[in-house]
């Protein structure tokens, strides 16, 4: 896995902006070298009810990527444990167990994208494994 903290990522200009006076900023997260090769399976904006997570589960052949929009939430990710807030991404590689569980009573919400390596794999819940 690897963890991203927003926090610890500089603003610059967007690369087709003019340096001396850019219209828009970019924090890069991660690059391209950092990604399997693949396809993007999927691209979801979730919602993490308060209190509550999803079940540990890992899988076979997709790397999955989680960008905190809003909240705090506590994700554990191969047996490694770390707060994320707004702007905090975590890059979970295949056969990574991973539980995301929201701190506070509201909602939380974040967007995930998966990329297949195309090898057909599964998702596969872990019970009793991998809990926050």
Known sequence: MKWISARDRELIPASHEDASSPGVLKRVLAERTEFQAGHVQMLNWAVLPGLSSFQPHYHEDMQEVFVVVHGLVEMRV??????????????????????MRNLQDTQAEYIVFGISSG????????????TC
Request: no cysteine; hydrophobic share 40%.
């Open 78 to 99: 191969a047996g490694e444990v770390r707060q994320l807030q707004a702007g905090d991404a975590v890059l979970v590689e295949p056969h990574e167990i991973h539980v």
């Open 119 to 130: 090898a057909g794999g599964r998702t596969v819940n872990v019970i009793g494994d991998g």
